[in-house]
């Protein structure tokens, strides 16, 4: 007997044969573009590392008694004349380690000539302050404590004697350093902040991306990474802070003031040495929590970071970005920000006193 398969029959046999068929979805195409990304990228890993798990000093023993002093001063407004500023002040640790302001107000109110640079991860950089003036967070430390317009102390001795007058303080320097027959020394000082500023790492996505995890990062940020390195940003933001590890000049194509709009003409190192060569020469900044961190450049003169990066894009490289470009480099820069250490953003003295 001859049997007959009606033809809606035959096509629902065809139709799921075919159902098994692999399908490429657009989550796979993404997945696919971006281990394409991660191949062109690999060439260039070496531009840049993960960040240290640790920022030590041979010159400055790391203690746990050294960082819970440093926590301390760190946030104490009796480090300034008037009572009214503290280090946290400039470089507030729940907003990642900056004020968001052009440039801060001091003891009295008056506003210092440049924006204050974040603290976290500056451990790492090889000189302190946008002229690069001081070698490490140690030195750093006791700059500001001092400077008139800051925290506007009169002297170390002043400084000294108000800190041994503190009860809290006869005790947390004592432990700090037991060995000191008199540990109420402005070194002592400067080098406690200098080992609790060095507990101030922030690991980031892009961390975990360097150390193998390619799942880390997304398409656009890994598109906005290579974008970042062939356009030529890399020159000056490598290694494992993307900067902090030299001194270049703003402004290489055009002065940086018709870019950002700046007031002032900041000569940056020459204010310092009086030398035509040093004329514009800043630290280049870390690019470590920069979404976080505005405003940007030395006087705080740019708020938005796309603007700035379109700004640095034409003033040091000569290169004018399009607009997926920007976005994508944003994107990019946005995977580096990470998270402050959770019991340094508390004020220790508002527990203890």
């Known amino acids: 007997m001859k049997v007959y398969y009606p033809l809606f029959a ?30 062109k990228l690999a060439e260039h890993m070496s531009l840049y590392a993960a960040l240290p798990s640790a920022a030590p000093n041979p010159e400055n023993e790391i203690t746990p008694a ?16 008037t009572g009214n500023n503290s280090c946290n002040s400039c470089h507030n640790l729940n907003t990642y380690g900056v004020d968001n302001l052009p ?19 500056a451990a790492l950089h090889t000189s302190q302050f946008w002229d690069g003036r001081m070698k490490d967070v140690e030195e750093q430390a006791g700059g500001p404590v001092l400077n008139p317009v800051e925290m506007n102390m009169p002297s170390e001795k002043d400084v000294e004697k ?62 906005g990474m290579l974008s970042f390195t062939l356009i030529g940003c ?13 001194m270049q000049r703003f402004g290489v194509h055009k002065p940086y003031w018709e870019a950002t709009g700046s007031e002032k003409h900041d000569k940056g190192l020459a204010e310092q040495t009086d030398d035509e ?38 003033v040091q490289l000569d290169y004018k970005m399009n607009k997926d470009e920007v976005k994508n480099v944003v994107a990019f ?16 003295l508002a527990i203890t006193e």
């Open 277 to 314: 060569f040093d004329n514009y020469m800043f630290k280049v900044p870390s690019l470590r929590n920069i979404d976080k961190t505005h405003p940007y450049f030395h006087d705080g003169s740019v708020s938005d970071l796309s603007e700035a990066v379109k700004i640095m894009a034409e």
């Open 333 to 348: 820069l946005e995977s580096l920000t990470g998270e402050v250490p959770a019991q340094y953003k508390v004020n220790p």
């Open 103 to 121: 440039t801060s107000p001091g003891d009295l109110g008056q506003n210092g000539e440049r924006n204050s640079p974040t603290t976290l991860n």
């Open 162 to 223: 108000r800190l041994s007058e503190i009860d809290l303080y006869k005790q947390l320097f004592a432990e700090a350093y037991p060995g000191d027959k008199n540990p109420f020394t402005y070194t002592n000082m400067r080098n406690a902040i200098g080992v609790f500023e060095r507990q101030l790492l922030t690991p980031s996505r892009f961390d975990a991306y360097m150390k193998g995890d390619k799942s880390a990062l997304t398409l656009q940020e890994k598109k």
């Open 10 to 39: 035959l096509a629902f046999i065809l139709s799921s044969c075919g159902s098994d068929a692999p399908k490429e979805t657009e989550a796979s195409s993404e997945e696919k573009d971006s281990k394409i990304y991660d191949g």
């Open 234 to 246: 890399t020159s000056c933001h490598n290694g494992p802070l993307l900067g902090g590890n030299q």
């Open 66 to 81: 050294k960082i819970k002093l440093g926590h301390a001063l760190y946030y104490d407004t009796r480090m300034s004349l």
